[in-house]
């Protein structure tokens, strides 16, 4: 048990009960207890297995390769259509966790088994990315700009991409293409830290300030 997940779930404001539930369920299935992205974390021989997390609405369990498990109960959820690897069960109550313990067991066991086995999610590549109109349009009247976006890393330009297309409206799209023009001549992806120690520093942490 590690103390970082132990002050975690102290000072949780929602979910406490069922995150300190699926705490337990998991860590009888001999992984390893680690804390990343600010969530209790799941390893086996280093590897990341699950995640578990709270939201607004439900807690969940996620399941770092859950494309690549079976899921016989159909019970897996993609949080958004973007998301390639990462699928959750999610929960409103203990007693929906009780209820689904040997379920959630079972889907881990078999998570530590694509794990073992080497399995990889084979990610959609860059090009199959939507380019929004608003983007296309960006790139056809400003060609020095479309070549400063195909000269970021293939990961850089996936995480506009979503970022740009992810917006309901035309006119927000457009808001968020002029915003990180900048960004996108500088070299810089959409979370790098643009203070100058580093472009792969991601979500500066305060200890030097972020333009």
Not at 124 to 147: C, D, H
Request: proline share 2%.
């Amino acid at each position: 048990m590690n103390p970082k997940v132990d002050d975690f779930l102290n000072n949780v404001q929602k979910w406490h009960e069922e995150l300190s539930l699926l705490r337990s369920i998991i860590l009888n299935c001999g992984l390893v207890e680690d804390f990343k992205w600010m969530h209790p974390c799941y390893t086996y021989n280093k590897n990341n297995i699950v995640l578990i997390h709270g939201f607004k609405d439900y807690c969940a369990v996620l399941f770092h390769k859950g494309a690549l498990l079976n899921d016989a109960d159909k019970i897996l959820i993609q949080q958004t259509e973007n998301v390639q690897s990462g699928r959750q069960i999610r929960f409103t109550s203990t007693q929906e966790i009780i209820d689904l313990k040997a379920t959630i067991k079972a889907y881990i066991f078999e998570a530590i088994e694509v794990e073992k086995a080497g399995l990889k999610v084979v990610a959609k590549k860059t090009e199959e990315f939507n380019v929004s109109e608003e983007l296309a349009q960006k790139f056809n009247e400003n060609l020095e700009f479309k070549k400063a976006f195909e000269a970021l890393t293939p990961g850089r330009q996936r995480g506009y991409l979503l970022h740009f297309s992810g917006a309901k409206q035309a006119q927000t799209r457009v808001a968020r293409i002029e915003k990180n023009m900048k960004r996108i001549f500088d070299g810089y992806g959409l979370n790098d830290c643009t203070c100058g120690l580093s472009k792969r520093k991601p979500n500066c942490d305060g200890s030097h300030k972020n333009i």
